[in-house]
């Protein structure tokens, strides 16, 4: 055999096993991939669970104080007296959720709703709710409906039937919940895989769901295999759902809840939660192509040739990294920045996408530095930057010292977003408890930050939106500092007395 032939022989031979390592580790990490997407989807039905139990275990209060009242006036017939009607409205106000509170008489007419000031024309006996409240003598949970109030809110009911000492039926009173208060809360705690979370009735009506809410209300699930199948087997699992209702394939989790008659489901699409794992995959595809074409180049020239040009490509790489890289905090520096926000606002031209910059200073650094000396006010700087690196978890957020105390991000997403960021970077810098020479804001480091976003701003260049930016900074300073100030002119501004 040739020398030829058995360096393609050798080479066809490295191939095939890079080719099945390769498939050894996607599969591996598809696999985990997929099993962190179940655990996630299963965390969520069990805090959404919790949250469930919180809420109708406060209802309950509620509504029990309301039927005390009404058993000791002996009927419903005084709710609309004023005293009464705003008592109504001061319990709805401390749920969060409450979108309305009311009281129908035995016949079904509402005798007093808490949003609405007198005696309410409407009748609701042939509501669900009212009937099986009726009947069983017990707290009954309603799916969503639309209100007959005006504006027709969609709402689900938790309604309680009210009896005198003798076990005559006097009333039924409830609360009307807005049915994003079961579903929504979730991205409040950093999920960023856009799951969709349902409520059913035991019997697969919907309570609540988010997000399309409007577009479901009315719609069962009784019919799809979560009821059909899996509920049959177990109170809980995950399995690969088709829905029955919009037709998307999800990897999802289920729990029922037999003490409420509901069941809490939560599914991620496969295309969101497998995504990260498709990024990965090109990128290895990508570097093994580039590992077998390296072994035919290391079969065809020399090895030492070969292992100088690659120390050559990663000593250049390092050091271009570290010519964008600043020396004290370890974050991206003013060039890197500038070329990273040039870059991100031709890639918002080009898609439409929203982009956001937040510019951030430390509050009082100079009198920190007259305080503690410049070495502290160094060691102050890496820990500020520190946390506002942390709180960045997209690979396109970047960080970076813009100058001396004053620190500046990039986000590709909109002000709400960005929002969320800068509040979480200025309450988590405060929550370092760095202390500091006492002001009238804090006593330990705090930061104010100016935001501007695309999507809020009508900024016509890339320097129109930095000077938006340094306004909204301006603005936070001169508001009393440690706060957040949007560009938009919104509510933005969030000091550390009411959020801490």
């Given at each position: 055999m040739s020398l030829k032939a058995r360096?393609?022989?050798?080479?066809?031979?490295?191939?095939?096993?890079?080719?099945?390592?390769?498939?050894?580790?996607?599969?591996?990490?598809?696999?985990?991939?997929?099993?962190?997407?179940?655990?996630?989807?299963?965390?969520?039905?069990?805090?959404?669970?919790?949250?469930?139990?919180?809420?109708?275990?406060?209802?309950?209060?509620?509504?029990?104080?309301?039927a005390k009242s009404i058993v000791r006036d002996g009927g419903p017939q005084r709710m609309p007296e004023r005293d009464r009607w705003e008592q109504l409205g001061a319990f709805c106000r401390s749920l969060i959720g409450c979108t309305l509170m009311g009281v129908v008489d035995a016949n079904g007419e509402a005798v007093?709703?808490?949003?609405?000031?007198?005696?309410?024309?409407?009748?609701?006996?042939?509501?669900?709710?009212?009937?099986?409240?009726?009947?069983?003598?017990?707290?009954?949970?309603?799916?969503?409906?639309?209100?007959?109030?005006?504006?027709?809110?969609?709402?689900?009911?938790?309604?309680?039937?009210?009896?005198?000492?003798?076990?005559?039926?006097?009333?039924?009173?409830?609360?009307?919940?807005?049915t994003e208060h079961f579903t929504s809360f979730y991205k409040l705690?950093?999920?960023?895989?856009?799951?969709?979370?349902?409520?059913?009735?035991?019997?697969?009506?919907?309570?609540?769901?988010?997000?399309?809410?409007?577009?479901?209300?009315?719609?069962?699930?009784?019919?799809?295999?979560?009821?059909?199948?899996?509920?049959?087997?177990?109170?809980?699992?995950?399995?690969?759902?088709?829905?029955?209702l919009d037709g998307r394939t999800r990897i999802a989790a289920y729990k029922s809840i037999p003490e409420l008659d509901l069941v809490v489901f939560a599914g991620i699409e496969n295309s969101t939660a497998l995504l990260h794992w498709k990024e990965r995959t090109?990128?290895?595809?990508?570097?093994?192509?580039?590992?077998?074409?390296?072994?035919?180049?290391?079969?065809?020239?020399?090895y030492r040739n070969l292992v100088s040009q690659l120390d050559l490509i990663a000593h250049n790489k390092a050091l271009d990294e570290l010519s964008r890289m600043d020396a004290l905090t370890g974050i991206a520096n003013r060039r890197r920045f500038d070329e990273a926000l040039k870059a991100g606002w031709a890639r918002h031209l080009r898609t439409k996408e929203p982009l956001s910059l937040l510019m951030i200073d430390i509050d009082f650094f100079?009198?920190?530095?007259?305080?503690?000396?410049?070495?502290?006010?160094?060691?102050?700087?890496?820990?500020?930057?520190?946390?506002?690196?942390?709180?960045?978890?997209?690979?396109?957020?970047?960080?970076?010292?813009?100058?001396?105390?004053?620190?500046?991000?990039?986000?590709?997403?909109?002000?709400?977003?960005?929002?969320?960021?800068?509040?979480?970077?200025?309450?988590?810098?405060?929550?370092?408890?760095?202390?500091t020479a006492c002001t009238k804001v804090s006593c330990h480091v705090t930061v104010s930050i100016g935001l501007a976003s695309t999507s809020t701003v009508n900024a016509a260049s890339l320097e129109e939106l930095m000077v938006a930016a340094d306004m909204a900074l301006y603005e936070a300073k001169v508001s009393g500092r440690n706060r957040v100030c949007s560009a938009a002119g919104s509510s933005a501004a969030l000091n550390a007395a009411t959020s801490s």
């Open positions: 360096a393609l022989l050798f080479a066809t031979f490295i191939g095939m096993l890079i080719v099945a390592a390769t498939s050894m580790v996607l599969w591996s990490d598809y696999r985990r991939t997929k099993v962190q997407s179940e655990q996630t989807a299963s965390d969520i039905t069990r805090i959404v669970e919790k949250h469930i139990f919180d809420t109708v275990t406060q209802v309950d209060v509620l509504l029990g104080e309301v007093a709703v808490s949003s609405i000031e007198g005696k309410p024309n409407i009748n609701v006996a042939d509501r669900k709710y009212f009937q099986m409240s009726r009947q069983t003598g017990k707290r009954y949970i309603d799916a969503a409906i639309v209100s007959r109030l005006p504006g027709n809110p969609i709402v689900f009911t938790i309604a309680k039937p009210v009896f005198d000492a003798s076990g005559k039926f006097l009333a039924v009173v409830s609360v009307g919940m807005g705690m950093g999920f960023t895989l856009n799951p969709t979370v349902t409520v059913f009735k035991g019997n697969g009506d919907i309570v609540a769901r988010n997000p399309d809410m409007q577009v479901h209300v009315g719609k069962s699930n009784a019919d799809g295999p979560l009821f059909r199948i899996h509920l049959r087997k177990a109170q809980s699992g995950v399995y690969n759902s088709v829905s029955v090109h990128i290895t595809l990508y570097v093994v192509a580039a590992l077998m074409a390296l072994v035919f180049f290391m079969i065809a020239y020399t100079k009198q920190y530095n007259d305080e503690y000396g410049h070495p502290a006010g160094d060691e102050c700087l890496r820990k500020v930057a520190g946390v506002v690196q942390s709180c960045l978890h997209r690979k396109t957020d970047l960080a970076a010292r813009y100058g001396g105390e004053e620190l500046a991000v990039i986000l590709e997403c909109d002000e709400h977003g960005a929002l969320t960021v800068a509040t979480r970077m200025r309450m988590e810098v405060e929550a370092l408890a760095v202390d």
